[in-house]
């Protein structure tokens, strides 16, 4: 993981060649609509008020559990004691973009997601309440965790979530051999540079035309940055947008040539 002002450094040099996010001179037609119609879409949709309500609560829970990290900095399987309350304040991903993810699934009504990284559910939970009549599936290697997500999508009264449990190497696998087409994915879990490409191909075989994958923290550390470029380039990839704390890929063969945006937001 980068420094906080090396971060901060990346953050300004984006920030200085990204496009303003107004969608003006913009010349593909998808991505003026994305700007336009989701990313600057300033509606309060009621799902913001009952997932920000939750977040709050969790913040507050001194409950310790048990954590199992699979993640980066882990070469080996470790175990922690961590309370909810830290959990919530440093795991989950913020507002502004959890409400992004909420609107992007509102507006492209997608059947199936798949969520790599349930952490406490509540980036979840914005992608259920945007399309309750869709599938979502949700993946969670620490036991604990997961057991509390599950609480928390109860207490919302949320039906189309299935969580799954363990590592990624083993349940992705044998997810998708049960699965068609995914057509949203949000990748949020093991922040190193393997890991996230064998997972992006293993999902590319399951992809169709308007699929979106989302990868969370792409300038998170050098091995982010790194995936992050092979992904953009890969042949299959027809655009890609570059939100500096997530990137976006789609497929559409609309694009008649590769197109690769960064964009203020």
């Given amino acids: 993981m980068y420094s906080l002002p090396r971060l901060a450094l990346h953050y300004l040099q984006y920030w200085i060649r990204a496009s303003n996010g107004r969608g003006h001179g913009m010349h593909s037609p998808f991505v003026f609509d994305f700007i336009t119609r989701v990313l600057n ?11 920000e ?9 001194r409950q310790i559990i048990r954590v199992e990290d699979f993640g980066a900095g ?21 507002a502004k973009y959890g409400q992004l993810l909420h609107r992007m699934v509102k507006y492209y009504q997608p059947s199936t997601i798949l969520e790599l990284g349930t952490s406490l559910g509540i980036t979840s939970a914005y992608l259920a309440t945007a399309a309750p009549g869709s599938r979502l599936v949700t993946m969670e290697g620490a036991v604990e965790i997961a057991s509390r997500a599950r609480a928390n999508f109860s207490s919302l009264g949320l039906k189309n979530v299935e969580v799954v449990e363990g590592n990624f190497e083993a349940t992705l696998p044998a997810f998708l051999q049960t699965t068609g087409v995914i057509d949203f994915a949000f990748i949020d879990g093991n922040h190193r540079k393997a890991p996230t490409l064998r997972y992006f191909e293993q999902l590319l075989e399951h992809q169709r035309n308007d699929s979106i994958f989302i990868f969370d923290d792409i300038h998170w550390s050098a091995e982010m940055e790194d ?3 092979v992904i953009r380039k890969h042949p299959s990839v027809q655009c890609s947008i570059d939100l500096f704390f997530i990137g976006i890929v789609v497929f559409r063969k609309e694009f008649r040539e590769k197109q690769q945006f960064e964009i203020r937001f």
């Avoid at 879409?41 to 997932?51: G, L, N, T, V, W």
């Avoid at 309500?53 to 829970?61: G, I, N, P, S, Y």
Wanted: charged fraction near 30%; proline fraction near 5%; avoid cysteine.
């Fill in 41 to 51: 879409d300033r509606s309060h949709f009621p799902a913001y008020k009952e997932i």
């Fill in 53 to 61: 309500a939750l977040r709050h609560r969790l913040k507050q829970d």
């Fill in 74 to 94: 882990s070469v080996y399987r470790s175990e922690q004691q961590r309370s909810i309350g830290s959990i919530a304040r440093n795991a989950a991903k913020p």
């Fill in 227 to 229: 995936a992050w470029k």
